[in-house]
């Protein structure tokens, strides 16, 4: 019988982490973690270094499943045309998800194997014990959530593999089995009170998951499984804090552009970091988001349509004068392909910005090595996903507490609030304005297919309109061929990579695929 080394752990070197370089530059060997490895706390924090290094590795994965379905960004790559034109099959290697699995190996095995080093090395506490798990939870749950969003159902795997010789047959389990397992495992986290609120340096605290990061995750799960008051619940954990070092919304409109550069900002929750000056850390982000013809990734037609509309409302709130950057949009989530600044209406062409921008307003000033931070969550985020779970919610007090959230965003972008009568309104529309405050918001994050997705689940009236915001904003491909592909939802998520199923003979390919492809 075929074995799989998909969740066979990598050994990492044994070091004392007591520096960014030490704990951002970890690499693995070559030989496998087993049983005989676990003797020292510093032996647990390097397998959980080595999970935090595999989801810096899997960022691109991260934002090509999470943006080019979505409208608002395209790409150019051949493996990202295959799923923004919704024409992908179970070979292509874009919805290879075995980098995801690497992540949640390495959390299964501290997950298990920590509890045991401390009876082997008497340094290693049980509180910080119990902090490294916490850490593993989260890295478990997140990938967990990634695959559930991506795929639905996925083999939820809990042990640890020790190594590369493990059987694997293992089934699909559900979407709701996975949700439950994620939200077990982030309750656990949070239920052991080890979950750390800040660590000693600013880059630990927003670049490693503290609890914060735990309850944004689990407002995010809770959202998605449309348990409207528990989101609510989880994101007051966040909003309503007052720990000195608690993530803050940044309400400076001038400041919009510092969550960005230098990154690592008070409203960060968590982001994956980089650091080239100090570290000689840097990603691929600089073909990806290049500023010019060369660029990967690119601002689609009808997402600049409405980046012009915002920027002008914005300038209009300065009497017509753009002095630098202008709330989230000018300077900040793009430049254009002109050098005046005050230019944009007659430009056609937009650069993502808010990974290649610096404190300087000039668009000619890149940041000179490519180590933008990627940003998982921030405060911005957990304002509108409590927005979006009021709104479910239902009631006019739900209304306007949303509609008030939704105008604090807007006028940190410099705009006007809106005036909505929330008793002569519907739930359509307000829907409507969280996602268009969370598309212009998070641009290039990683998170417009899922909130679109997310909306499309609500009901089938909903699901429509998915399909026509979809096909609308696509420029790409045909867009007959992508309306009838959407009409069958099981066509929203990716298929099971080929190579997993031939090696699993319990893993059984997703409905959509096994018919068409």
């Excluded at 919610?393 to 609030?417: C, F, H, Q, T, Y």
Aim: with cysteine; net charge negative; charged share 25%.
């Amino acid at each position: 019988m075929r074995k799989i080394k998909l969740y066979g752990l990598l050994l990492v070197s044994t070091l004392l982490l007591s520096s960014c370089s030490d704990w951002l530059d970890i690499l693995p060997n070559n030989e496998q973690v087993t049983d005989n490895f676990w003797k020292s706390k510093e032996d647990v924090e390097a397998v959980i270094a080595s999970g935090y290094y595999y989801m810096r590795e899997a960022v691109p994965t991260f934002i090509s499943w999470g943006e080019v379905r979505g409208g608002t960004i395209f790409s150019i790559l051949s493996d990202d045309a295959k799923i923004q034109n919704f024409n992908v099959t179970p070979t292509d290697k874009i919805c290879e998800y075995s980098k995801i699995y690497k992540i949640i190996g390495m959390a299964n095995s501290v997950l298990k194997y920590a509890p045991t080093v401390v009876n082997e090395d008497e340094t290693y506490y049980k509180p910080v014990m119990n902090s490294h798990l916490a850490e593993a939870y989260f890295m478990r749950a997140y990938c967990y959530f990634l695959l559930v969003k991506n795929f639905r159902d996925v083999p939820l795997v809990t042990e640890a593999y020790v190594n590369d010789e493990a059987e694997y047959n293992i089934p699909k389990s559900t979407e709701a089995e996975v949700i439950a397992q994620i939200k077990e495992d982030i309750k656990t986290a949070l239920a052991s009170g080890a979950a750390k609120g800040n660590y000693e340096e600013n880059w630990q605290t927003k670049g490693r998951a503290t609890k914060w990061a735990l309850y944004a995750l689990m407002a995010d799960v809770c959202l998605w499984n449309h348990d409207y008051d528990e989101c609510i619940i989880y994101c007051n954990e966040i909003l309503n804090a007052t720990d000195a070092f608690r993530p803050v919304f940044i309400s400076n409109p001038y400041q919009w552009f510092e969550i960005f550069y230098p990154g690592n900002s008070n409203e960060s929750i968590f982001e994956l970091n980089w650091d080239y000056a100090a570290y000689a850390q840097s990603n691929n982000f600089g073909s990806r988001f290049s500023i010019g013809s060369s660029s990967t990734y690119k601002y689609t037609d009808v997402a600049i349509a409405k980046m012009k509309d915002e920027t002008k409302e914005a300038l209009e709130q300065l009497d017509g004068s753009a002095e630098g950057r202008v709330g989230r949009m000018l300077m900040a989530s793009y430049v254009h392909s002109g050098s005046n600044l005050n230019d944009y209406q007659n430009q056609n062409q937009f650069y993502i910005w808010k990974y290649k921008g610096t404190d300087i307003v000039d668009m000619g000033n890149v940041r000179l090595q490519e180590d933008a931070n990627f940003i998982l969550y921030r405060v911005a985020e957990v304002m509108l996903m409590k927005a979006e779970a009021l709104i479910m919610r239902g009631g006019v007090e739900s209304w306007k507490a949303a509609l008030d959230i939704i105008n604090v965003i807007r006028v940190r972008a410099m705009l006007k609030p809106l005036d909505i009568n929330v008793e002569e309104t519907d739930e359509l529309t307000l829907l409507q304005t969280v996602l268009y405050e969370r598309e212009m918001e998070f641009m290039a994050e990683g998170k417009r297919w899922y909130d679109l997705l997310r909306f499309a689940r609500y009901n089938e009236k909903y699901a429509t309109e998915f399909v026509n915001i979809i096909v609308e904003s696509n420029q790409t491909y045909n867009k007959q061929w992508i309306r009838s592909v959407l009409q069958d939802e099981n066509a929203w998520y990716l298929p099971i990579p080929y190579s997993e199923i031939e090696i699993n003979s319990e893993l059984k390919q997703n409905p959509y695929y096994q018919t068409t492809n």
